[in-house]
C-alpha cells in the first residue's frame, strides 16, 4: 500500500454502513471528507487536550474554509474521564448547544474521548449521530470501530455503555506523529491482537514489520490501520452485538487486561493497551497449560510483545494481590453467562476460540504461577 492513497473500509450491519476512512492529512481536509454530517453552521468537537492542543487547529481550518464554525469541548487525559461526571458535564454541554437528533458531534482523540463522547451520542434525547476522528494508534485500529461505547465505575471496566456506531471514522495517520512512543506502542497491542486471534500472515507481518511501525514509518502504519480496520469490520459485520461468540473474540486478552486494568486503578500505572498485550501473553500461556496451544507459539507471541516494548511478565508489575483477587475482578466481565465466564483462548496463532469450560479457581491458581517472578 503506498502513501498518499486513501484506503476505504466499509463497515455493513444489518440495513446500514459507515466508512471508515484511512490516510495521511485527512484532518486538514475534514470539511470535504465530513461535510454531509455538518447539520448546522456551527460544529460541536468534544476533543481531548492534548490532542486538540496537536492537531485541532488542522480541524478548525478546514471546517473554517468551508464556512463552519467549530464549538470545542475540552476533555481532560486519561481514563478517570470515562466516568459519570464527564458523563454529565458533556451531556449537559451538548444539550447547551443545542445539539439535535439530526446532529453529529464529532470526537477528537483517543480511545477515552472515543468511548465518552460515543455514549453520550448515544443516550442524548436518545441519540444522536457522531463522526470519530481517532487520534492514537489504538482508536485507529479498534475503538472508533464497532460501536462499543462506554465509562467505567468503580465495580470496573466499561461497565456502563451502549452500542453506537459512528457515522464515519477519518483515521488520519499523520496525527500518529505527535503521539507519544508509549501510547504508540500500547496501541500496537491491539493490531497485534488481529493477527493473534484470527490472522497468522498478519501476526508474521508484524514480527517483520512491527519495529519499523513502532518507528513511526507512515507506509506501515496506514497498513496496519487498514488491516486492522478490515479485521474488526468482517468480525463486527458478523456479530455486532456480541451475541454470536465471534466479535467475543475481539476481547482476546481482556479479561486478564480488565482485571489488571482495574488492580492498578485504571491509570499510568498500566494503560489499556499495555494491560491487553499481558492478557495476550496470559491467554496464550493459559492455553499451552491446558494443551491446547504449543508452547512454541506461546513463546511467539510472547517475544512479539516483548520487541514490540510491552509488558509480558505480570511478575513485573509489582502487585501485591493474589490470583484469587484478579480472578474476583472478572466476575464483572460483560460475557459472564448464566454464571460462567467464557475464556478467549487459542489453539494456535490465528486461532482463537471461545471456551466455556475454564474454571476460575483454575485461572486464580494460574495466575498466582504468573505472579511469582519468571
Ligand atoms: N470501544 C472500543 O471498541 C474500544 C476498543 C479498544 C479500547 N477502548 C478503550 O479505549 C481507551 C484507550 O484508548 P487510547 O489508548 O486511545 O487512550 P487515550 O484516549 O487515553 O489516549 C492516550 C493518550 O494519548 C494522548 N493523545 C491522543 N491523541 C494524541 C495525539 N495525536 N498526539 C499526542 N497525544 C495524543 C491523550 O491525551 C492521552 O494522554 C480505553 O478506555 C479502552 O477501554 C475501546
Ligand atoms: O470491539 C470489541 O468488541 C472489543 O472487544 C474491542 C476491545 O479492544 C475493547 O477494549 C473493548 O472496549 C472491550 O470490550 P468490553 O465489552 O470487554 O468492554
Ligand atoms: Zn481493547
Known amino acids: 500500500m503506498a502513501l498518499n492513497v486513501t484506503n476505504r473500509v466499509q463497515v455493513s450491519l444489518a440495513g446500514r454502513s459507515y466508512e471508515v476512512v484511512v490516510g495521511t492529512g485527512l484532518l486538514d481536509d475534514a470539511a470535504a471528507h ?61 444539550l ?13 482523540g ?43 465505575t468503580a465495580a470496573g471496566k466499561n461497565l456502563v455503555g451502549a452500542f453506537h456506531q459512528a457515522a464515519l471514522v477519518l483515521a488520519d495517520i499523520t496525527a500518529l506523529t505527535t503521539l507519544p512512543q508509549r501510547e504508540m506502542r500500547a496501541g500496537y497491542a491491539e493490531v497485534l491482537k488481529y493477527g493473534v486471534l484470527g490472522d497468522r500472515e498478519f501476526f508474521s507481518w508484524c514480527e517483520n514489520n512491527g519495529e519499523a511501525l513502532l518507528a513511526g514509518d507512515e507506509n506501515l502504519l496506514q497498513e496496519a490501520v487498514t488491516r486492522s480496520v ?8 458478523e456479530d455486532e452485538r456480541e451475541t454470536s461468540g465471534t466479535r467475543a473474540l475481539l476481547n482476546l486478552g481482556h479479561t486478564f487486561g480488565h482485571a489488571l486494568e ?24 493459559y492455553s499451552a497449560r491446558i494443551g491446547n496451544v504449543t508452547t512454541g507459539d506461546a513463546q ?17 508489575l509489582g502487585l501485591s494481590c493474589s490470583g484469587e483477587r484478579l480472578a474476583a475482578h ?35 491458581a494460574f495466575l498466582d504461577e504468573q505472579l511469582i517472578a519468571h
Open 262 to 285: 482495574a488492580e492498578t486503578g485504571f491509570g499510568d500505572r498500566l494503560l489499556h493497551g499495555e494491560a491487553v498485550a499481558l492478557g495476550m501473553v496470559l491467554a496464550a500461556r
Open 110 to 152: 483517543g480511545g477515552v474521548v472515543g468511548d465518552l463522547t460515543g455514549f453520550a451520542a448515544a443516550i442524548l434525547k436518545r441519540g444522536c449521530g457522531f463522526v470519530q476522528l481517532p487520534t492514537t494508534l489504538l482508536a485507529q485500529v479498534d475503538s472508533s470501530v464497532g460501536g462499543k461505547t462506554a465509562i467505567n
Open 34 to 94: 465530513a461535510r454531509q454530517f455538518f447539520g448546522k453552521k456551527t460544529v460541536p468537537i468534544v476533543a481531548d487536550r492534548n490532542a486538540k492542543d496537536a492537531h485541532g487547529e488542522r480541524l478548525s481550518r478546514s471546517l473554517a474554509t468551508a464556512g463552519y464554525e467549530t464549538r470545542w469541548y475540552t476533555v481532560e487525559p486519561g481514563e478517570g474521564s470515562k466516568s459519570w461526571e464527564s458523563l454529565a458535564r458533556l451531556t449537559d454541554w451538548l
Open 330 to 364: 472478572m466476575l464483572h466481565d460483560k460475557k459472564m453467562t448464566g454464571g460462567t465466564l467464557p475464556f478467549v483462548l487459542l489453539r494456535g496463532i490465528g486461532d482463537a476460540y471461545l471456551d466455556k469450560s475454564v474454571e476460575l479457581e483454575d485461572i486464580a
Open 300 to 316: 511467539r507471541i510472547t517475544r512479539a510483545v516483548d520487541m514490540a516494548g510491552l509488558p509480558s511478565e505480570i511478575s513485573a
Open 96 to 108: 447547551d448547544q443545542g445539539v439535535e437528533r439530526g446532529d453529529h458531534v464529532f470526537a477528537l
Open 230 to 237: 478490515q479485521a474488526k469490520a468482517r468480525i463486527v459485520a
